[in-house]
């Protein structure tokens, strides 16, 4: 199964589809999934709704307000034909119209196996089927023949590019050593040579390179890098973040100016498309008259805010929570509807900024901006209801270790409540976060808490027990920003797939939460017990990479 779904929701759907459809309705939706996928417009976007029913015949009960891209849905409808397909174990003697595999149609239209590949990926359907029990990948006729009439001066240059002489290709590679001498760039030759042999710039591209790749020693372009994988277009991104010029990537990675801001622009881009800006919507943010309303100050409170009597015992840090003064129902709602509108305001941008012909460094700029407002809006509504998780805790209390193991739980339900709660039902916020953390703890809390020995320490005793011997927090602070820093190197031994892993169940990203074995698993399309696997595989990798770097780090198991 494919995992490099560009639109989550297709990505969903597939899974849906590929776990519970039965195999002749696979069969059928991988075809209405082509049909679909030939009536696609460019420059345009597609509302979820009307695409899942286009497949599947049927609308989802919750309505969805989700669009996708042309671009991006025909690049994953693509995958998902080949995932149906695929997971319908379908042989090729059950299908009804001739089947061409690679090799075939590599003969047929006289090109290369690579040729058929680069027109996969610019619309050729494939499906993956059972060939004398092994799967491959296979073409129907119907497929080739609609890819062929669509696509006919693409298949005319790939005839071309396999008709080179050895004259042709000499007299280029001796021009292109030509140009190299006189200063040009491999994309200044590649665009000449072109235009001077008429052939594609992708021929003189390859051309070039296999000369290179099997001439080192005569090589045209010895220090040429060749095509940037994901992990450098990452690293490249990250040392620009630290502080790195743009020259100076130019220099590192052998690359132009405007290859670099190329790659820095689709980084930022992923990075926007990974924001966390699920929202509750209220019909009431399609009203931007009131902007001002929604983003105003918070009101104030009717009457000074009682003073609360601190617990006795309390350690320092947590009698603090006690100074932070309780939020009023107009406070309450007020942020909650700031905080979302803000997510709204975000998730609008985000969703047309591909479609957008300005700026969009500025268009992304201001998502940041939005999200980053609405993370401040969100910490005080948590900082002003951490004293409810200290009073719930203190009820379920069996031990020291106990109550701060439940404090720290308490948070994390906490902050999810806060994520999930919808203002607009009139309800008080306390109230919902009470359930939701004692629904937490009834659920994470072991027997053992519940059986203790009759001998129990009382809570003031508990408190007491307790003595806050932290660290200066100037000293706290300090080491903890060297702790992340090796932690980012140690997180570099990691493959992609491992380090996402990581970074989504210890809540590592930016103005992330952590996450749970199954949400990780719903977001990658695999088990959660398979992500439990993965999970301590990459700890294990970790903590090795820890001893040699001889980093005092903890890693859960």
Known sequence: MHEEYRDS??????????????????????ALAENLYSEIEPDRSYAFDYLCFRITNYRPETPSRHNIASADLKHDLRLLIEDLSDSADVAVTEVSEPVHTVDELSKLFSVSTKTISRWRDAGLVSRRLLFAGRKRVGFLHSSVERFVSQNRDKI?????????????????????????????????????????????????????????????????FPD????????????????????????????????????IQRILLDMRMEQILELPLDYIYNEDFEDTSREAEYLGPIPEPASAPRKVRVPAGLPSYLAALYDVPLLTREQEYHLFR?????????????????????????????IDDLYEAAVLVKNKVVQSNLRLVVSIAKRHVASTDDFFALV????????????????????????????????????????????????????????????????????EETVQRSRQRELSKILNRLDEREQKIITARFGLGRGTEPLTLKQVGEEMGVTKE?????????????????DEAKIDVELGS
């Open 224 to 259: 040429h890098r060749g095509v940037l994988t994901e992990e450098d277009k990452r690293a490249i991104f990250k040392l620009h973040v630290h502080g790195a010029s743009v020259a100076r990537l130019c220099k590192r990675f052998k690359r132009t100016r405007t290859s």
């Open 9 to 30: 929701k297709i990505k969903e759907l597939r899974c849906q589809l590929t776990r519970f459809a039965p195999k002749g309705k696979k069969v059928e939706q991988a």
């Open 338 to 366: 700031k905080m979302n509108y803000l997510k709204h305001k975000a998730s609008r941008l985000r969703e047309g900024l591909e479609e957008t012909s300005g700026s969009k460094t500025a268009m992304m700029d201001e």
């Open 408 to 475: 720290s739980d308490g948070n994390m339900s906490l902050i999810r409540a806060v994520e999930k709660f919808d203002y607009s039902r009139g309800n008080k916020f306390s109230t919902y976060a009470s359930w939701a953390i004692m629904k937490n703890f009834a659920r994470t809390i072991p027997s053992e808490f519940k059986h203790r020995d009759r001998f129990r320490t009382t809570t003031e005793e508990l408190f007491v027990a307790r003595q806050d011997d932290r660290l200066d927090p100037y000293v």
């Open 156 to 220: 005319r240059r790939g005839e071309r590019f396999s008709q080179l002489s050895e004259d042709e290709k000499s007299e280029m590679i001796e021009r292109a050593r030509q140009l190299v001498e006189g200063g040009a760039s491999l994309s200044e030759i590649t665009r000449q040579l072109a235009q001077q042999m008429k052939r594609s710039p992708e021929t003189i591209r390859y051309t070039l390179k296999n000369f290179d790749a099997d001439n080192k020693a005569l090589a045209i």
């Open 530 to 546: 398979r992500i439990r696997q993965l999970e301590a595989r990459a700890l294990t990798k970790l903590r090795e990479a820890a």
